[in-house]
């Protein structure tokens, strides 16, 4: 996600400092950008000389020192105690009217204000995945947020050439507050063993148009951060609707976390996905 970000960034004509706790994960983005800029000039949608700008907008920066930006947008793991420790830190080493934006999915950005000095400068900008592909920027306000804060993030969605769309701080926002609990009853359904895993993907991709099946999808995120946002929405409402499928913990326990574990839902080990054998714990009533 943040090496989407840096890339829409500077395809706009920002000038992007890139960040990350090791220098393997700053080239493993840098690498992914390079990548997608490489598909595009294949494509005619740019120019070398266009790639070759975007890149040059792109200064990475492996330690910790004063950036002088304007937005410092992060894009950690969904971990409340690893984001709590990004702000402290962003706002300790970042200009005091910089605007301090959030690419989580489902965190209070509330919370996250309130351990700086400037929470009227704190928002959420979440992106989706891939974000050099996806048009949707959800903008969320905390209850401390300003309206200045909030228009300037908006503009800079635009800027990036997205739609942002408000959202109030509520646990999982507008988006994940929809589609997890959604996801969340596939994997139930799959347990329940109303159906299997392929039968599940069928009926939301034929029946209701989806382009990916929840398993499909949920791999794709990552059945961690399904599961570390399930559990946002539980103890933020405290409704036993929001309550996560043993299935899914016992998944994310095993280490099995969708695409880029090799394993989930489907196993992608050898190539062309195929739906993995039904989980030991669910009930097999169903048949594909």
Same mark, same amino acid.
């Given at each position: 996600?943040g ?44 120019t070398?000389?266009?790639? /070759? ?29 690893i ?11 970042t ?27 704190v928002? /959420? ?69 109303? /159906? ?6 069928a ?16 791999d ?21 609707k ?27 080990r ?11 714990g ?7």
């Amino acid at each position: 996600m943040g090496a989407g970000i840096a890339q829409v960034a500077a395809q706009a004509g920002d000038e992007v400092l890139l960040h990350d706790t090791e220098q393997r994960f700053i080239d493993r983005g840098l690498a992914t950008i390079e990548r997608n800029l490489a598909r595009s000039v294949e494509k005619g949608r740019m120019t070398e000389e266009q790639r /070759g700008g975007v890149l040059a907008h792109i200064d990475a920066r492996p330690k910790w020192e004063e950036f002088d930006v304007d937005v410092a947008i992060e894009a950690a793991t969904e971990n409340v105690g690893i984001k709590l420790d990004l702000f402290r830190k962003m706002e300790e080493h970042t200009p005091p009217t910089a605007i301090l934006a959030s690419n989580t999915s489902s965190i209070s950005i509330t919370r996250l204000g309130a351990v700086t000095s400037r929470p009227e400068l704190v928002i /959420g900008m979440h992106y989706f995945n891939p974000v050099p592909v996806m048009k949707l920027v959800e903008v969320i306000r905390g209850l401390a947020t300003s309206d200045a804060t909030f228009e300037a993030v908006r503009a800079l969605a635009i800027r990036h050439g997205k739609t942002p769309v408000g959202a109030n701080d509520f646990p999982g926002f507008i988006s994940n507050r929809i589609l997890c609990p959604m996801l969340n009853e596939a994997v139930y359904t799959l347990y329940e063993g109303v /159906g299997t895993i392929e039968s599940i993907d069928a009926v939301m991709k034929l029946g209701m148009n989806h382009p990916m099946g929840p398993f499909e999808l949920a791999d794709f995120v990552g059945l961690d951060t399904l599961l570390a946002i399930m559990e946002v929405l539980y103890d933020g409402y405290g409704d036993p609707k929001y309550r996560p499928c043993p299935l899914l913990r016992n998944y994310v326990a095993a280490g099995w976390v969708g695409r880029k574990a090799g394993r989930g839902f489907y196993d992608y080990r050898d190539g062309a996905p195929k739906a993995a054998p039904a989980p030991n714990g669910a009930k097999q009533h169903a048949k594909a």
